[in-house]
């Protein structure tokens, strides 16, 4: 027996918000929390990238603050702190429409923008802050935002938090929040000091788990291919980048990235690169190319292995393999999201074997290296379709690493409408996550719970989540 949004607890004219969305069922974990979140008990949510947790938090954040008092300037009644900026507004793509349905104003708040249009948003009262925590300091240094009216506040990927440090702020912050609040943590995983936050500032959570902490996804396919040297390595990511559907390349460093995506887009297949060099207008830039489909290839960096949701990324490349396992599955999860399937490669070049087999093994996956080549058979049968030729648009002055190609011949889009929106956080008015639910309405492998009309839409719920390469715990401009 399927259970619905209404038999959970969710306000009439917010399901009819989802509905309107192509939202009808819930996923597991919106299924697990959502009678306690609305009831307001203080909810501890723990499930693998792509699970559905955007939605999870929206929805009591929306309807448990919905004619509520009247707004005043600088004073939110509602916060969620996310790690990254593209999180951020991602998250914000979400819970706009249901804001929008219970009568609220959201704001986003983070770094890397000028803080005057944020300012401006809490001068005229803002109902709910979406917010990364640096920035969010910094306005409550300059007595912009008080968080003292703050009735619920929901901590997003809070494990991220902690691999980028951030976790004495959101201290601080949390400590500044109305005593006696409702609180909701959700996490990957509760190692790095987030078992103390949750200690000191959830009060008797119920903890509602969907899967194990970094369990690979099952619909997601692993392979590793053995290649002999670099030359042999760079035709093979070439081939594996000339498929017809969206892929992810993963680079370890922010050149490698924008080298690489330059040199595909050069060759015909049109590619956009995203790393933290990147304005945010430039970083809003390709992913709108990459999730329209104008661009078929996203080159990465860590950044984009957690806070980046895109609709129908058929394959992810390990062209680099990261540093260790979390960051392995966290990249790898940005593909095989709201039950649909998805291929996951890593390329290993020989003096890399013995290194990334440790990381397999503590990943849980289980794969045979393969030796292969761009010409071998189980590769070309992986990539599929070759998507036809785009030249490049002429040479002119750009932002770095702003790599958009111009839209011709065989630039074209795949997928279709997902629970979720093209660029999604984990969730948006429409589900995106690990397989798609999407609109027209398969669950499962059947239907998706998503989109709007075929094509994407704005905002999907998708699964947060998954973790960079970890360095040293500093923050960095791009993440707050």
Excluded: W
Excluded at 34 to 54: E, F, H, I, M, N
Excluded at 343 to 348: E, I, M, P, R, Y
């Amino acid at each position: 027996m399927t259970t619905s949004f209404s038999d959970l607890g969710v306000p009439r004219p917010l399901v009819a918000a989802l509905s309107d969305s192509g939202i009808t069922s819930p996923f597991p974990i919106q299924a697990d929390t959502l009678p306690d979140s609305l009831a307001g008990r203080d909810v501890l949510g723990r499930g693998r990238t792509g699970s559905g947790k955007t939605l999870a938090f929206s929805i009591p954040l929306t309807a448990r603050l919905s004619g509520g008092s009247t707004r005043a300037a600088g004073r939110p009644r509602g916060l969620v702190l996310a790690p990254t900026r593209e999180l951020a507004t991602q998250i914000a793509a979400v819970v706009e429409p249901l804001a929008h349905t219970a009568g609220l104003r959201v704001t986003t708040i983070f770094g890397g923008v000028s803080q005057n249009r944020q300012v401006e948003a809490l001068r005229r009262g803002v109902d709910i802050v979406i917010a990364c925590p640096g920035r969010l300091e910094d306005l409550m240094r300059q007595g912009f935002v008080s968080l003292d009216a703050v009735e619920l506040t929901v901590l997003d990927e809070a494990d991220h938090m902690a691999d980028l440090g951030f976790l004495p702020g959101v201290t601080r912050i949390l400590n500044a929040t109305a005593k006696g609040g409702q609180r909701l943590l959700f996490s990957a995983t509760l190692d790095n000091g987030v078992d103390k936050l949750v200690k000191k500032f959830l009060t008797n959570p119920i903890l509602h788990s969907v899967d194990e902490a970094n369990s690979p996804v099952a619909a997601m396919t692993h392979h590793v291919f053995d290649v002999a040297g670099v030359d042999a390595k760079k035709d093979l990511v070439r081939t594996l980048a000339s498929g017809t559907g969206r892929r992810i390349l993963f680079m370890r460093t922010k050149h490698q990235a924008r080298k690489l995506a330059k040199q595909l887009t050069d060759s015909g297949i049109p590619a956009v690169d995203l790393h933290g060099n990147l304005s945010q207008n430039a970083r809003d830039r390709n992913l709108a190319a990459f999730s329209s489909g104008e661009a078929r290839v996203l080159v990465a960096t860590d950044v984009a292995a957690r806070g980046v949701h895109v609709d129908d990324v058929q394959l992810v490349v390990h062209v680099d393999p990261p540093a260790e396992h979390k960051a392995y599955l966290h990249r790898s999860g940005r593909t095989a999201r709201a039950g649909s399937a998805g291929d996951v490669v890593t390329l290993v070049l020989p003096d890399q074997r013995k290194d990334l087999a440790t990381i397999m093994r503590k990943a849980s996956i289980n794969v045979t290296p393969v030796k292969s080549t761009a010409s071998s058979e189980h590769v070309l049968a992986l990539v599929g379709e070759i998507a036809p030729h785009v030249s490049p648009a002429p040479k002119q002055a750009a932002s770095s690493g702003s790599n958009r190609p111009s839209r011709s011949g065989g630039a074209r889009r795949t997928g279709g409408s997902r629970q979720g929106a093209g660029v999604r956080s984990e969730g948006g008015a429409r589900q995106g996550g690990s397989g798609r639910q999407g609109s027209g309405a398969r669950n499962g492998s059947a239907a998706r719970q998503g989109g709007t009309g075929g094509r994407r839409t704005a905002a999907g719920q998708g699964g947060a989540a998954g973790s960079g390469q970890r360095r040293a715990p500093r923050r960095s401009a791009a993440a707050r």
